[in-house]
């Protein structure tokens, strides 16, 4: 499956973003999906997932309350809802899909999109 992440972007503390990431190749419902992220100097981290029949998320801490995964199978696609952006959201923003049975909600993801900046600046 290849992914493409979409959505970035430069917005102010307090503001709101939804990134998609379009799934092509594959059907996305045989995957689970998340979002991971990358600031400078970082290591990437995780974010969100939700498993492939969308009925559980799981939420870095950091980010619960704030962000909401969502998908739409239908239209191959993943969202990520960012709200209350804060300035350590700041980061590249990476999809990635997981088969249905493997794995954890936050490891174990084989295919991964390029990545979509995000920059919460005044």
């Known amino acids: 499956v290849q992914l493409q992440a979409s959505g970035g972007g430069l917005v102010q503390p307090g503001d709101s973003l939804r990134l998609s990431c379009a799934a092509s190749?594959?059907?996305?419902?045989?995957?689970?999906m998340g979002w991971f992220r990358q600031a400078p100097g970082k290591e990437r981290e995780f974010v969100a997932a939700?498993?492939?029949?969308?009925?559980?998320?799981y939420y870095a801490d950091s980010v619960k309350g704030r962000f909401t995964i969502s998908r739409d199978n239908a239209k191959n696609t993943v969202f990520l809802q960012m709200n209350s952006l804060k300035p350590e959201d700041t980061a590249v923003y990476f999809c990635?899909?997981?088969?249905?049975?493997?794995?954890?909600?936050?490891?174990?993801?084989?295919?991964w999109g390029q990545g979509t900046q995000v920059t919460v600046s005044s």
């Open positions: 939700i498993t492939w029949g969308g009925p559980t998320t």
């Open positions: 190749g594959r059907a996305l419902s045989a995957y689970n």
């Open positions: 990635a899909a997981r088969p249905r049975y493997s794995g954890t909600y936050n490891s174990g993801y084989n295919y």
